[in-house]
């Protein structure tokens, strides 16, 4: 079982290096989007080649915001040309549900630009906050704005946690045991990233919950 995870790593990361800059953007730009590309897969693995030397972890930062907010403009004119009606039609195909548009609807009419910022931080919003602000029409330099600070947050602070977690392990590609020593000396990482992960998402639970009573 190790050797089968250690394997599937090694082939991400070095999917991750072989793409490169580019790779980053392009996935970045996706994960903004309904196509469940997460940004903890991605810009994690980026930042432990930046501290080889590969890369440069403003630059995977900079790639990282830029896919975002390349996804996340693109989600946003096809919402503001094609309208309501055919989003929620045809929004299915994408994974983009009507409970969840309507929830991101709601979030968006409750917070407005404010909330695209902290949509951006969180977990199953971030990627279709873009719709309602497309279809509600919002000025798009200032949803430009607010996701570009927003995202490049979320991003910089995925890769501190990559350099700190990952990126003292140069062994990590080749040496099984150097998982192991990753999860074992690195447990206090990765038990506050997953802290941080479940209050994100008590925070939206109760936005929404807010976003809704207020609606």
């Known amino acids: 079982m190790q050797e089968t995870l250690h394997h599937l790593l090694a082939v991400w990361m070095q999917f991750v290096l072989d793409w490169g800059y580019l790779g980053v953007f392009v996935m970045m730009a996706f994960e903004s989007t309904a196509i469940p590309i997460p940004a903890e897969v991605v810009i994690p693995p980026a930042a432990f080649w930046a501290a080889q030397g590969r890369f440069n972890v403003y630059g995977i930062v900079l790639a990282a915001t830029a896919g975002s907010w390349a996804g996340s403009a693109a ?19 994408v994974l983009m549900s009507k409970s969840r548009i309507e929830a991101a609807d709601r979030w968006f009419d409750a917070y407005g630009a404010g909330g695209i910022f902290v949509a951006r931080l969180l977990p199953g919003i971030r990627h279709v906050i873009s719709i309602p602000a497309g279809l509600f029409k919002m000025n798009f330099r200032t949803f430009s704005i607010m996701t570009i600070l927003g995202a490049g947050f979320f991003n910089a602070a995925l890769a501190w946690f990559g350099v700190k977690v990952l990126g ?33 998402y008590w925070v939206m639970v109760w936005m929404q919950r807010r976003a809704k009573r207020t609606a």
């Open 168 to 200: 003292d392990q140069p062994a990590l590609m080749r040496d099984p045991g150097a998982m192991i020593t990753v999860l074992k000396t690195k447990s206090h990482y990765l038990i506050g990233f997953a802290v941080v992960v479940g209050i994100l």
């Open 75 to 93: 989600s946003y004119w096809i919402a503001w040309k094609l309208g309501r009606p055919l989003v929620e039609r045809y929004g299915k195909y």
